[in-house]
């Protein structure tokens, strides 16, 4: 007998990024890799009173197979505010269906097709969104291509970046899916000698094109300031990406406390990596909103 899945409206990304649209707020996608990090995001938005959504990649599949998924689901499904649990830069059809089919897991993911030439992506988005809706399971895409590379994601470091436009981002809704991840200048992992260039009109544009019918993410968010994500916000980003804003804070209290006993370091890096997602929730106006 297949699994009993909610009906699409009660789905948990999409009541929380609704939500977010519908206050002027954004929620923090937080990229986790361990289940340290998974249990800084629930206590982050309990502590906060935020909605929250745990990103992982497909490394966390590869790595631990369903059991790292698994854990996630539990501890964001059972948090006292909404938490959901997303897949990002699923790279490959048959990667999105394997986790689709995980019983109670994720309540959305990222189908990237975007290293596949651009008909070939709408078609397979297409295909792989209609799945996921099928499965209870809200879909995102990334029409155009972001710059650079992420720790645990393969497929798109060393390919050109291609700069989202409106008529695209339309393209893309066509396919049926419920959050757009443009690129409008913001780049995977390390923005290097140029800086940080983005193209807000570009974003305003997308936003005014498409913004009422998807949830529009931000990917490529690290180094960004309060100001930056509010300039984002105002041109109708409701999901925040953070990895290294998150997990460097693990990664210095590991440096830091070497040779301690390991509980007290993870406890201690947990804790880290919890004060710094507070700060996100409170620069995006989610504290407070759950």
């Keep these: 007998m297949a699994e009993h899945r909610p009906p699409f409206s009660e789905n948990r990304s999409m009541s929380i990024l609704n939500a977010a649209k519908a206050g002027g707020y954004a929620v923090p996608g937080m990229c986790c890799y361990n289940i340290?990090?998974?249990?800084?995001?629930?206590?982050?938005?309990?502590?906060?009173?935020?909605?929250?959504?745990?990103?992982?990649?497909?490394?966390?599949?590869?790595?631990?197979?369903?059991?790292?998924?698994?854990?996630?689901?539990?501890?964001?499904?059972?948090?006292?505010?909404?938490?959901?649990?997303?897949?990002?830069?699923?790279?490959?059809?048959?990667?999105?269906?394997?986790?689709?089919?995980?019983?109670?897991?994720?309540?959305?993911?990222?189908?990237?097709?975007?290293?596949?030439?651009?008909?070939?992506?709408?078609?397979?988005?297409?295909?792989?969104?209609?799945?996921?809706?099928?499965?209870?399971?809200?879909?995102?895409?990334?029409?155009?291509?972001i710059e650079g590379g992420e720790d645990g994601v393969a497929e798109t470091a060393d390919l050109e970046g291609l700069l989202t436009t409106p008529e695209e981002a339309e393209e893309f809704v066509a396919t049926g899916i419920d959050m757009l991840a443009p690129a409008f200048g913001n780049v995977h992992g390390e923005y290097g000698p140029r800086g940080i260039q983005l193209e807000y009109e570009r974003l305003h544009s997308i936003n005014e094109a498409v913004g009422g019918r998807v949830r529009l993410v931000l990917h490529g968010a690290d180094p960004f300031d309060e100001e930056i994500f509010r300039k984002c916000m105002a041109a109708g980003v409701t999901k925040v990406n953070i990895n290294k804003g998150m997990n460097n804070h693990y990664a210095w209290v590991q440096d830091e406390m070497r040779g301690k006993p390991l509980t007290s370091v993870i406890e201690a890096g947990t804790l880290a990596m919890q004060k710094a997602i507070e700060k996100y929730m409170h620069w995006l106006g989610s504290a407070g909103k759950a």
Aim: hydrophobic share 45%; glycine share 4%.
């Design 36 to 145: 340290e990090s998974i249990i800084a995001t629930v206590k982050a938005a309990e502590a906060a009173r935020s909605p929250a959504m745990v990103l992982l990649f497909p490394w966390a599949i590869e790595y631990a197979g369903d059991s790292l998924v698994k854990a996630a689901a539990d501890a964001a499904h059972s948090a006292s505010v909404p938490v959901s649990l997303h897949l990002d830069h699923a790279q490959t059809p048959e990667l999105v269906r394997r986790a689709a089919d995980i019983p109670g897991a994720f309540d959305s993911i990222m189908c990237d097709m975007s290293h596949y030439e651009k008909e070939e992506n709408l078609k397979l988005t297409a295909e792989l969104v209609k799945y996921c809706h099928e499965r209870g399971i809200a879909a995102e895409a990334e029409p155009g291509r």
